[in-house]
């Protein structure tokens, strides 16, 4: 039954953050986060480790995130789980415990496709955030995706571009193992570049045509040219790393922008929204910003924590789903890979 107030449960696991929280309607009442820090050891997410910890996190996560609430579990209107795309094992089992706790409430149960949730991430009501109106552009960048989607409503997505190989978040991460930096990298390679010389080293941009794009040819170019380098003077990396991750940013986020201009002139919207992990970077905030000035875009940032994968962006999903009475049935299975 709606009533003015609708409390959704949402739970993400994705990959490899357990994540809960609970809804009043629009608004976030708590958003519980529990990342692993056993892949940093590995360089990297490892699938079957990933699995584990959310069976170990996403009961006391989820316990947390209702008592933050200040919420009893009877109380709640449905629960909304992550159905895809990510992670199999992960996902699995977000998707058990999402089914048998809506089954053991008897209440509904609401399927979300995270990328979707990365995008509306923009309309939970919270005052630190303004919301894109529709159509709007929005760009996701994550460590799976790249993605230039045209959004008309809140159902009606249509992808435009997206990556024919590597995502964004992965070719920062990989660049950043290249040098070093330990796992999760993407974010020191952004903590160095604010620091280095963007122009130190050129590296090549790829030439894909329309609004797709590829990272892998740039992963490569940055593997020889740090090889080289460090072939000739042993100490490279370490005399020059502010340098060498301020050159790759630029890169990276020229390619970006170059896209995203290309996706404005094609369609005449000037309403650009992000999200996904990457949309954390201070450098391509600060493009965006920079474009509101001398192309009169509108750009809109979601707030730093719903951002990275987390359970609110899911629960906004949940709730305007709820208020179409788009509920999913008891035999819905998890999907690794998920169009959008």
């Known amino acids: 039954m709606k009533s003015q107030e609708n409390f959704i449960l949402a739970i993400e696991s994705s990959c490899d953050d357990t994540s809960a929280a609970v809804l009043r309607n629009d608004k976030v009442l708590s ?39 200040n919420i009893d579990k009877n ?33 509904p149960l609401i399927e979300v496709h995270h990328m979707q949730a990365h995008i509306l991430a923009h309309f939970i009501n919270d005052e630190k955030q303004s919301q894109p109106s529709f159509p709007f552009l929005a760009m996701t960048l994550s460590g799976g995706h790249t993605q230039i989607v045209q959004v008309n409503n809140y159902f009606d997505l249509q992808i435009l571009g997206q990556t024919l190989d590597d995502a964004v978040g992965e070719a920062f991460d990989k660049s950043a193992k290249l040098l070093g930096l330990p796992y999760p990298g993407g974010p020191l390679i952004d903590k160095y570049a604010q620091e280095g010389n963007a122009q130190a080293f050129i590296f090549p941009k790829p030439k894909v045509e329309g609004l797709n794009f590829s990272f892998s040819g740039l992963k490569t170019s940055i593997l020889y040219f740090v090889q080289k380098s460090v072939k000739k003077n042993p100490k490279f990396i370490e005399e020059n790393l502010k340098d060498i991750c301020a050159s790759i940013q630029f890169t990276i986020l020229e390619i970006l922008m170059q896209k995203l201009k290309l996706a404005v002139n094609q369609t005449g919207i000037k309403e650009i929204a992000i999200g996904g992990g990457v949309a954390a970077n201070s450098g391509i905030r600060f493009r965006l910003k920079e474009a509101e000035k001398t192309l009169g875009w509108h750009t809109y940032i979601p707030k730093f924590e719903y951002c990275t994968d987390n359970a609110a962006m899911i629960g906004i999903v949940g709730y305007l789903k709820f208020l179409e009475d788009d509920f999913a049935e008891q035999n819905i299975t998890a999907k690794a890979r998920y169009s959008l």
């Open 75 to 107: 109380q709640l209107s449905a629960i909304a789980f992550t159905r895809g795309p990510g992670l199999m094992g992960s996902l699995l089992v977000g998707t058990s415990f999402a089914k048998s706790l809506a089954l053991g409430l008897d209440i």
């Open 31 to 69: 958003n519980v986060v529990a990342t692993q820090a056993i892949h940093q050891q590995y360089g990297g997410v490892v699938p079957e480790l990933a699995s584990r910890a959310h069976q170990q996190n996403i009961v006391p996560v989820v316990h947390q995130a209702l008592a933050k609430a």
